[in-house]
């Protein structure tokens, strides 16, 4: 079973008990639990992210993946690492070993250099991303979309309009604005009737997307 907490593509996050039931879970069927936690360390307004670990018998029954894309600003160098029973790592190195050789030396350096340096500025992206996050919903709101500010993640998760699609809503917002959001249908069927919007443009562009989108209101 494979989880994501805080999650791309919603922002959903859930608290230390979920994990509680996820391992009674995993042991009544006999399942491995893969939990991604690449976005544990990107969280808002006092929230803190828990780890899939953190509960007892974890390591029992999964493992956890944690990523240096999201709290380093990594993304696209492919560097983080999977921690938890031992026997999933062991069969998890037999297929990676098959894939490709190892991360480049000179990632690996900056990987070291981001963990051991000052952390301060993790807080301060999220401070960023937070400001972005409210000004983008503020902005949602005002066209009628429901939205919830999400605790974590990148992401803002959007209700459409009721009378129209993902899809459609996706289209009207490139055509009427020349502005981009991901359909929720993108990620399954279960994404129908929302969008999703990243919080990773610099603070112009996503000024800029603002004002199209409140311009749509006049």
Known sequence: MFLNYPNNPTGAVVE????EKVID???AHDIAVMHDASYSEVAFDGYRPPSFLEAEGAREVGIEFHSLS?????????????????????ALMRVKSNLD????QAIQRMAIA???????????????????????????RGLGLRVSPPKASLYVWARVPDGTTSVQYATQLLD???????????????????????????????????????????
């Not at 230390?16 to 994990?19: R, V």
């Not at 050789?101 to 480049?104: A, D, F, L, T, V």
């Not at 610099?202 to 409140?214: A, I, S």
Request: hydrophobic share 40%; glycine share 12%; proline share 5%.
């Open 16 to 19: 230390a008990d979920f994990f």
């Open 25 to 27: 879970f995993a042991k």
């Open 70 to 90: 999201k709290s380093y600003n990594m993304t696209g160098w492919r560097i983080g690492m999977a921690v938890g029973n031992a026997e999933i790592i062991d």
């Open 101 to 104: 050789s190892g991360i480049p």
């Open 114 to 140: 981001a963990l051991e340096g000052p952390q301060e500025c993790i807080e301060e992206h999220n401070l960023v991303y937070q400001r972005r996050r409210d000004r983008l919903v503020t902005a949602l």
């Open 176 to 218: 009427e604005a020349g502005v981009v959001v991901t359909p929720g249908t993108g990620y399954g069927p279960s994404g129908e009737g929302y969008v999703r919007l990243s919080l990773t443009l610099p603070d112009e562009r996503l000024e800029e997307g603002v004002r199209r989108l409140v311009a749509l209101r006049v």
